[in-house]
């Protein structure tokens, strides 16, 4: 598939992991266009999306990927992980 270079893939927001429920399912929902527009096959996605952790949520990743990576580990598994850790103890209605 031939993309236009303008196109957002090209900058995908990155996601820092601050306890903020908007700000981690706007980087999920930003993400997941950029699969379908790319058409990226499942099993790159989870190493697709960890290129744009940074800060808290970079270091949660170095010390649970281990234990977390299996040839079963899929994106909509790396979400639920992501949601767990990372949402707000209260979320905005």
């Known amino acids: 598939m031939n993309l236009p270079l303008n196109l957002p893939w090209r900058n995908p927001k990155i996601y820092d992991g601050k306890f903020d429920t908007r700000e981690l399912e706007e980087w999920i929902r930003a ?50 992980e992501l949601r767990a850790k990372f949402y707000s103890i209260t979320i905005e209605r």
């Not at 290129?51 to 580990?73: C, H, M, P, T």
């Open 31 to 80: 993400m997941e266009k950029i699969f379908v527009v790319v058409e990226t096959p499942e099993r790159q996605k989870v190493n697709i999306g960890i290129l744009y952790f940074a800060g808290e949520v970079d270091i949660w990743w170095s010390i649970v990927k281990d234990k977390l990576q299996r040839l079963d580990f899929t994106w909509a598994k790396l979400l639920e």
